[in-house]
């Protein structure tokens, strides 16, 4: 049987470096691509991830190349790239070394990110109230890998600090397609369980596909509707989530999130025996007051003389008892000047009395009518007989007594001879009339002329 060469690790890595170095396909080399965890390293070369939706690459720009870029580069640009392709020895990993890079858009999953991240912020998410982390919690729970370093450093952090309370560890699924249904399912669990205090959700570095799951919506709405508060450490410093922007607390790191979650036991201890001995110093001061207090009041004269506390309070009665009489009297006496006031004013008003009143009125006033009626028809006496003696002054009968007497003829009174005719006329006279024949008629030398 022939004897079989066996091929060392080094041997075989070396060769297969030769064949990427010499294929001329791989000299020179125009790639697109998204960049993923990408760390910027000041004056440093830079290494980084290339990916599309299938594959990834890793990516080697040296510094002399960096400095020449006209931009920054971020983790989800997406990029044009010129470079070779070289595999790197001690981990036999293949990688691009960058020569150029230009800035061609923005990659799927940073849209995606920047997308559900604008639609959260539209909601109200991010803005929500946030709930308060317990000061003293009896039990943490923690969200996390069972075997990353994230549960070693918060339980080691917390027995450090607080070594009372209980670290419970809700073992989930942090990185692929099935991590994000996981991680909800164990954040409900911890929910539901009734009887922790706080919520840890953690896990540690990588790519922004490795922590992609944390950047799902159905993640972010269990955080949110948790009743626990959350305390979320996901990736490094630099790298935010979704969860990040909704938990309740942000830690850059599992260490952080521990020691925000719990105090340091011997701090707090320090702070009651601090406390204890300044309530024991006040209260030793205030039974001091008290006791000063106390002898003074002790040695007090009310308390030699009791009586004399009460004196004044008996003399300040008896005034009281003396004011409250003439009070009293003042007020009967100007009572009475009311009620006597008030009978008179009734008196005044009594029918009997109103009754006198108006029959006295009802006499004057009779005796006046009497009066005034008597020298009324005196006066109109007198006025009639003056009138009758003017009437009879100017009576014809009274003219014709004197001798005068008129003509009537044809029973009209006969006025002037042009009212005379000669025919029969009657002559009146103040005892009688007489008959007589008009013959001749002799008008005066005025009636001629006229």
Not at 50 to 72: P, V
Not at 243 to 262: K, N, S
């Amino acid at each position: 049987m022939a004897q079989t060469d066996y091929l060392t690790v080094t041997a075989l890595t070396q060769y297969l470096k030769r064949k990427f170095d010499v294929d001329p396909y791989l000299g020179k080399v125009y790639l697109t691509g998204e960049i993923s965890n990408f760390r910027l390293r000041p004056h440093a070369h830079q290494y980084f991830s290339l990916k599309d939706d299938h594959a990834k690459i890793s990516a080697i720009m040296f510094k002399s190349a960096f400095e020449k870029l006209k931009f920054t580069p971020e983790t989800g640009m997406k990029v044009l790239v010129t470079g070779r392709i070289s595999l790197y020895e001690p981990t036999g990993n293949y990688q691009i070394y960058v020569e150029r890079m230009e800035p061609d858009g923005v990659g799927q999953l940073y849209q995606a990110y920047e997308q559900l991240k604008q639609k959260l912020a539209d909601e109200g998410l991010f803005t929500a109230p946030k709930r308060p982390l317990p000061r003293f919690p009896k039990r943490i729970a923690v969200v996390t890998s069972p075997s990353g370093a994230v549960i070693r450093d918060i339980i080691t952090t917390t027995r450090r600090r607080f070594p009372i309370a209980q670290i419970v560890l809700f073992p989930a699924v942090v990185q692929g397609d099935a991590a994000a249904a996981d991680i909800v399912r164990q954040i409900q669990r911890a929910n539901a369980n009734g009887s922790f205090d706080t919520l840890i959700i953690g896990r540690g570095g990588g790519s922004i596909e490795d922590l992609w799951p944390f950047n799902e919506e159905i993640v972010a709405r269990a955080i949110a509707a948790s009743e626990l508060p959350i305390i979320s450490s996901v990736g490094h410093e630099t790298d935010t989530t979704i969860a990040d922007l909704v938990a309740d607390v942000r830690a850059a790191t599992p260490t952080a999130a521990a020691e925000l979650a719990v105090p340091v036991l011997s701090d707090e201890l320090l702070k009651l025996s601090q406390q204890r001995t300044r309530l024991l110093n006040a209260m030793s001061n205030r039974i001091n007051f008290q006791q000063e207090r106390l002898n003074k009041l002790m040695t007090a004269y009310v308390f030699r003389q009791p009586q004399r506390l009460y004196e004044t309070y008996v003399e300040r009665l008896d005034r009281a008892q003396q004011a409250l009489m003439r009070n009293m009297q003042t007020q009967v006496r100007q009572r009475q000047q009311r009620f006597a006031l008030a009978q008179q004013g009734l008196l005044g008003q009594s029918p009997l009395e109103r009754v006198h009143r108006d029959q006295l009125l009802v006499s004057q006033t009779s005796a006046r009518l009497n009066t005034e009626a008597k020298r009324y028809l005196t006066n109109r006496q007198k006025q009639v007989a003056q009138l009758i003696n003017g009437l009879d002054y100017l009576s014809p009968l009274k003219i014709m007594g004197r001798g005068y007497s008129y003509v009537t003829q044809n029973d009209h009174v006969v006025r002037s001879v042009n009212d005379l005719k000669v025919a029969p006329a009657t002559i009146h006279l103040s005892d009688g009339t007489a008959e007589a024949d008009i013959k001749t008629i002799t008008p005066t030398s005025e009636d001629k002329h006229e």
